[in-house]
């Protein structure tokens, strides 16, 4: 017995996970250890016993071996090394609120099954509408930035047409939405489950920098019009997947006033600037949005995951969404049920993911965040200097927005070439992918790779930036470095 607590079975199994944690390197920055062990999926069924759960493991010690095999061969994203994806390591105080919440082990539909937690995710939700700039509005959590995208496409089909709640949209014109050609492809998908279709997902021609050109979306919607269809959903990306490009908010947010579109911006990846008073400039026209998604769990490093839809209107989410269920929302309750938010979502159970965000901005605040995302943006800069002036690589781009930065490298093979053909830029596309393998059998970095097909740009790498664990210059230098390495015989 220890200060009147006895341990109990559950605090020995949670004591053995973080000892399993620690010394498999998953929670900490060790730059000699590997990002990854890979193995293919066939070796990797052989190395970890009894993943086919055809009989239960009853030997204890036998169990936290298979348990520390698993952690030995996943990812370790907190690696200072894994700059595969637009998220990296976990905020410590964020993976704390996280572990709080599962232990609790609620539901965040109504006050009476989580009260504290309901409180902290209006008081999260507030300081957000008052970033962005919407003085009276409402918002949820929402499972990623996909759904929250799909979220506004719902409220602004309600906004255009009530009735569409009870009749759906047989009796209109065909529905169209409009979203720039470097958009993510949740737009697309949404389409898709909303009837729309992804036909009528007009993709909007974006400039060399990849924003949204207004030009070319009045010309959208005007063709839209002239054929018998009814646009009524504008999505603005601030923060584009690959070139974390930001669209010009203002402009686009004029011709939405002036065909009477709902305006959506999805900042899921780039709303992290937010708090930075250098950067945050490039998202000052938001609050003329009608919505807004944010996901913490990209740059700012909340726990997977971590999503947010701010909207302009109070009340309409819940207009949007409700089904009144009288098992969970009755109206006759002791306390005062406008505490119960769950009938806003489209989902009845749903996680709490508000106090992780909770706990790291009670503990940081505006400026810790501003900190941390100015570093962000620092380091991504000066990785882009260092690129432009090193041998053997070249940007895609000559600036950058976010901190993505993409860019080629060429092999000495391919330096010497008197011509960039077709066929110059054919080999061109096959070495990123033959380096990231080499790479990633390595263990020495992960980084991510991709194509523009619509832009006639072949494989090149991005780079990307997040907060945590708080990226330095010199780990620009073992990117470099490691390229080169092992592209140099290429």
């Not at 894994?82 to 609790?104: R, T, V």
């Not at 989902?347 to 909770?358: N, T």
């Amino acid at each position: 017995m220890e200060n009147g607590h006895k341990t109990s079975a559950k605090t020995t199994i949670l004591d053995k996970v973080l000892e399993l944690l620690d010394s498999e390197g998953v929670i900490g920055t060790d730059r000699k250890q590997p990002v990854v062990v890979f193995k293919h999926p066939k070796e990797l069924k052989t190395e970890i016993p009894n993943l086919d759960l055809e009989a239960p493991i009853t030997d204890e010690k036998q169990l936290w071996d298979v348990v520390r095999r698993i952690i030995q061969h996943c990812v370790k994203t907190s690696h200072p090394y894994f700059l595969n994806q637009l998220y990296g390591g976990l905020d410590p105080y964020g993976l704390a609120g996280a572990w709080i919440s599962e232990a609790l082990n609620t539901n965040q539909y109504t006050y009476e099954v989580a009260p504290a937690f309901t409180l902290a995710e209006l008081a999260v939700l507030k300081r957000v509408l008052n970033l962005v700039g919407f003085e009276n509005g409402d918002g949820i959590f929402a499972p990623g930035g996909s759904i929250a995208n799909m979220f506004a496409i719902a409220l602004a089909r309600y906004k255009m047409d009530p009735t569409t709640k009870n009749r759906g949209i047989s009796h209109l014109p065909p529905l169209v939405m409009l979203t720039s050609d470097e958009s993510h492809y949740s737009m697309l998908k949404a389409a898709h489950w909303f009837g729309v279709g992804t036909d009528n997902v007009i993709r909007v021609k974006t400039d060399e920098r990849g924003c949204m050109m207004t030009s070319a979306l009045v010309e959208c919607i005007e063709s839209a019009l002239s054929a018998g269809k009814k646009p009524f959903f504008v999505n603005a990306t601030a923060g584009t997947t690959v070139l974390g490009a930001f669209d010009p908010l203002a402009e686009i947010a004029d011709v939405c006033e002036k065909y009477k579109l709902w305006l959506h911006v999805d900042a899921c990846w780039g709303g992290s600037l937010m708090f930075s008073q250098k950067y945050s400039s490039i998202l000052k026209d938001s609050h003329r949005a009608d919505s807004l998604a944010w996901n913490p769990h990209k740059m700012l490093g909340a726990p997977l995951q971590c999503s947010i839809l701010v909207i302009k209107e109070k009340g309409l989410l819940h207009q949007c969404n409700s089904a009144a269920a009288t098992y969970l929302f009755q109206q006759d309750k002791f306390y005062d049920t406008g505490y119960d938010t769950g009938d806003k979502s489209v989902q009845c159970g749903r996680k709490v993911d508000a106090f992780k965000l909770w706990l790291m901005w009670a503990v940081r605040g505006h400026q810790g965040f501003a900190s941390l995302v100015d570093n962000c943006m620092k380091v991504s800069r000066y990785f882009m200097s260092r690129i432009k002036e090193t041998e053997g690589f070249m940007l895609v781009l000559p600036e950058f927005q976010c901190t993505n930065i993409c860019f080629w490298y060429i092999p000495p093979s391919l330096r010497k070439a008197t011509e960039r053909n077709e066929q110059w830029w054919e080999k061109l596309s096959e070495v990123a992918p033959k380096i990231k393998e080499r790479l990633i059998m390595a263990g020495s970095l992960m980084i991510g790779y991709q194509p523009l097909k619509h832009r006639n740009l072949p494989n090149f790498f991005r780079l990307v930036t997040t907060c945590h664990p708080p990226p330095t210059n010199q780990d620009m230098e073992h990117v470099i470095s490691e390229i080169i390495e092992k592209g140099a015989d290429l």
